[in-house]
């Protein structure tokens, strides 16, 4: 999943948050779109550092002692 798709789901989450009348109901798409977002920001982050670093080795990622 990339990133936008991320986002997508987190700004669906606020307009849920923002439609529904229960309280507990909206805190929990509050929680859930920080969630998304939070998510989306680890994944662009942790993309650019992949793409910054050495090519990934071809069969899989390296394992780490």
Do not use: F
């Amino acid at each position: 999943m990339n990133a936008e798709k991320m986002r997508r789901n987190a700004k669906h989450c606020l307009d849920l948050a923002n439609t529904t009348l229960d309280e507990t109901l909206r805190m929990r798409y509050l929680r859930a779109a920080n969630a998304w977002k939070t998510v989306a920001e680890n994944k662009e982050r942790l993309d650019g550092a992949l793409m910054a670093d050495e090519p990934p080795v071809e069969g899989g990622a390296e394992r780490v002692a």
